[in-house]
Nanobody
Framework: QVQLVESGGGLVQAGGSLRLSCAASGRTFSRYAMGWFRQAPGKEREFVAAISWTGSTGYADSVKGRFTISRDNAKNWVYLQMNSLKPEDTAVYYC???????????????????WGQGTQVTVSS
């Protein structure tokens, strides 16, 4: 399995930006589709964005046009640039390795996939 460590979370005002990073270990990183998910208090974990090993991307409707996912296969990093943040974006954000993208606006973790430990993002109004 790929080991994942997220960083970059924090407190930001509405309208601001944050960039999340996810460091992955494992020689097969470049073969996996990667994703970001989030979980707000009292809610289920939900899909945010995903990127295939070829660079194709998918986004949840709620973040489309505001968030951008990218990856650096040479350095085993995945990023999530978050702009125009809203209070409803407040959640713990999780990086995921080996996700399945059945469509451009949805992805889920494969049975053999792995999660990072999460990083808190808080957007104040």
């Amino acid at each position: 399995q790929v080991q994942l460590v997220e960083s970059g979370g924090g407190l930001v005002q509405a309208g601001g930006s944050l960039r999340l990073s996810c460091a992955a270990s494992g020689r097969t990183f470049s073969r996996y589709a990667m994703g970001w998910f989030r979980q707000a208090p009292g809610k289920e974990r939900e899909f945010v964005a995903a990127i295939s090993w070829t660079g194709s991307t998918g986004y949840a409707d709620s973040v489309k046009g505001r968030f951008t996912i990218s990856r650096d296969n040479a350095k085993n990093w995945v990023y999530l640039q978050m702009n125009s943040l809203k209070p409803e974006d407040t959640a713990v954000y999780y990086c995921a390795a080996d996700v399945i993208l059945p469509s451009i606006d949805y992805a889920y973790l494969s049975p053999s996939g792995s999660w990072g430990q999460g990083t808190q993002v808080t957007v104040s109004s």
